[in-house]
C-alpha cells in the first residue's frame, strides 16, 4: 500500500488574478470581459516593445564591461522596468507596499538580510500540487501567466531583428509567435520584482531549456545594473506556478552568496566557463562564470538544469553580475519536509527557502522570526536546504557527465588541465564518472512509493 505524504504550504500570490478553481479557469476559456492575456483578449491589443540586440556578446570580463559603459540600451532597460514598475505601484496593483518592509542585515560573517514581509503571508484554501516531481505537465486548470490582466504585463522583450537594440511604445502582440513578456510579482519580495515569462501562450511548464535561460541571460545583461539579479525555482524547489518564469528585482546591498569564496573545479574548453565550488557557505553549490560567449555560458548552465531536471533533482539559480556569473543550488528541503524531517519550530516560519533565501536574502512572514533573526537560526534553515557532501559529489558527476556529452567529449583535455591554478585540486572526468558509477544514480527524489504532495 502507497503512502500519501502532503506537505502543508501558503502559496503566493503574483497575479491580482490568481483563483483557485477550476471552473474559474473553465469560464475564462471561453472569453472574458477583463482585458485578461489570453486569446479571448489580445487580438488587437499592443503593449511596449523592448528589442535587444541578441548578438552573441563575449561573456567575459572585458566585454561586459564595455556593454555596460553604453548608455543605450542598456541604461534604457533599466529604466524601462524601473519606469513601468512604479507606473503599476502608483497605480494600486501590489497588494501591499514593499518598500515599507523593513529590512535589516544580520550580524555575523555571512552577513544575511532580513525582510519582514507580513504582505506575503496569506490565507486561503489550499491545494494541491506537487513536490515529488521536478518535470510536470503544463496544466491549464490551474493558474498560469495567461490569467493575468494586461494591465499587469510591463513590455514584451524580444530579440532584434537587425541587431540593434530598438524600444515601440505601442507594439502588437504577435499571437502566432507567442511573446516573451515581463509582468509585475503582485507580492512583490523588494524594489523592482518582476517576472520574465518565456513564450508565455506557448503555455511552457516551469522547466528550463536552452532558449529560455539564454533570454534569461540576456536580460541580466541588458539591464547592466549588479542590483538587479534573476532567480529561478524550479518545481520541488519552491516554485508556486507551473508556467515557465524567471523572477527579478533590485536589492541594493551585494547576496551572502555573492561573497561566498570559491574553489576552481574545472574551465570547459569548448565553452571557456570556469565552474566552481561554493565554500564554506550553508549551501552546497556550483558557480558559472565567463565563457567564449553568452551562448557558452548559457549552455553549460543549460546543460546542467536539463539534467538535474532529468534526474529528478530540485534545484534554484541565481543570475549575478549582469549575467557574468551563475550559482545553481541542488536542494532537498522539500523531500525533507515531505519525510517529516524538518523541525516543527523551522515549519512553523513558513519560510519555503527558494533562491532568493538560498542566497541569503531571508523573507519572514512573522514579526516575532524578524526581531529573533540571526545568524544561527538562519545557517540552521539553510543547513535543512543543502545536499549532504556526499550525495552532492554524485550530482556534481551527473552534472559534469551531462556538460561533457554536450560537448561530445568525455573527459577534460590536458590543455584545459593546464589552464587551471596550481594550487586547486581539480577532479577529472574519470574521476566523477568513475564516483557515479561506484555510488548509484537516485533518479527519484523521494524514494519508495510515496505520493507525495504539497498543500498550497
Known amino acids: 500500500m502507497s503512502l500519501s505524504l502532503k506537505i502543508k504550504r501558503v502559496p503566493t500570490v503574483v497575479s491580482n488574478y490568481q483563483k483557485e478553481e477550476a471552473e474559474e479557469a473553465g469560464r475564462r476559456s471561453g472569453g472574458c470581459d477583463r482585458n485578461c492575456f489570453n486569446n479571448c483578449c489580445l487580438p488587437g491589443a499592443k503593449l511596449p516593445l523592448y528589442a535587444y540586440k541578441g548578438v552573441d556578446t563575449a561573456a567575459d570580463e572585458k566585454a561586459l564591461a564595455e556593454l555596460e559603459d553604453a548608455d543605450i540600451p542598456m ?55 506537487r513536490v515529488d516531481k521536478v518535470l510536470q505537465p503544463f496544466d491549464g486548470k490551474k493558474f498560469n501567466f495567461t490569467m493575468v490582466g494586461q494591465e499587469e ?75 538587479f539579479r534573476l532567480g529561478y525555482n524550479s518545481l520541488g524547489a519552491f516554485a508556486t506556478i507551473n508556467h515557465l518564469h524567471f523572477q527579478a528585482y533590485y536589492l541594493a546591498v551585494p547576496f551572502p552568496v555573492e561573497k561566498a569564496p570559491t574553489k576552481k573545479i574545472t574551465i570547459l574548453e569548448n565553452y571557456g566557463v570556469k565552474v566552481s565550488e561554493l565554500r564554506n557557505y550553508p549551501v552546497r553549490g556550483l558557480v558559472f562564470e565567463g565563457g567564449n560567449t553568452l551562448q557558452d555560458l548559457s549552455n553549460a548552465v543549460s546543460d546542467t538544469c536539463i539534467c538535474l531536471q532529468g534526474n529528478n533533482i530540485p534545484y534554484n539559480v541565481l543570475v549575478s553580475d549582469c549575467g557574468r556569473r551563475v550559482f545553481l543550488f541542488p536542494q532537498c528541503y522539500a523531500e525533507k519536509q515531505a519525510m517529516g524531517e524538518v523541525s516543527a519550530e523551522l515549519l512553523d516560519t513558513q519560510v519555503n527557502p527558494a533562491v532568493w533565501e538560498i542566497s541569503g536574502h531571508m523573507v519572514l512572514k512573522r514579526k516575532k522570526d524578524y526581531e529573533e533573526a540571526s545568524e544561527k537560526n538562519a545557517r540552521r534553515l539553510l543547513a535543512e536546504v543543502s545536499l549532504s557532501g556526499e550525495r552532492f559529489q554524485e550530482v556534481k558527476a551527473l552534472i559534469f557527465e551531462a556538460i ?46 510515496h505520493d507525495c504532495l504539497v498543500m498550497q
Not at 573527459?411 to 557515479?436: P, R
Open 75 to 129: 541604461a534604457f532597460l533599466d529604466s524601462l522596468v524601473l519606469g513601468e514598475w512604479e507606473d503599476r505601484m502608483q497605480r494600486g496593483l501590489f497588494r501591499y507596499d514593499v518598500t515599507a518592509c523593513e529590512t535589516k542585515v544580520i550580524p555575523g560573517k555571512y552577513g544575511f538580510i532580513a525582510q519582514l514581509n507580513e504582505g506575503r503571508h496569506l490565507k486561503k484554501r489550499p491545494t494541491e500540487f
Open 153 to 227: 504585463v510591463l513590455f514584451q522583450f524580444e530579440a532584434s531583428e537587425d541587431g540593434d537594440a530598438q524600444y515601440y511604445q505601442n507594439a502588437p502582440i504577435d499571437i502566432e509567435n507567442s511573446p516573451n513578456v515581463v509582468a509585475i510579482n503582485v507580492s512583490p519580495i523588494d524594489y523592482g520584482h518582476v517576472l520574465l515569462i518565456p513564450r508565455i501562450l506557448k503555455c511552457l511548464p516551469q522547466r528550463i531549456d536552452h532558449e529560455s535561460f539564454l533570454l534569461a541571460l540576456h536580460m541580466a545583461v541588458e539591464a547592466a545594473n549588479p542590483f
Open 404 to 449: 561533457f556529452c554536450s560537448m561530445n567529449k568525455t573527459h577534460i583535455t590536458a590543455q584545459g588541465l593546464e589552464s587551471l591554478e596550481e594550487d586547486v585540486e581539480v577532479q577529472s572526468a574519470e574521476d566523477l564518472f568513475g564516483m557515479k558509477q561506484e555510488q548509484g544514480s537516485h533518479t527519484a527524489m523521494v524514494t519508495g512509493t
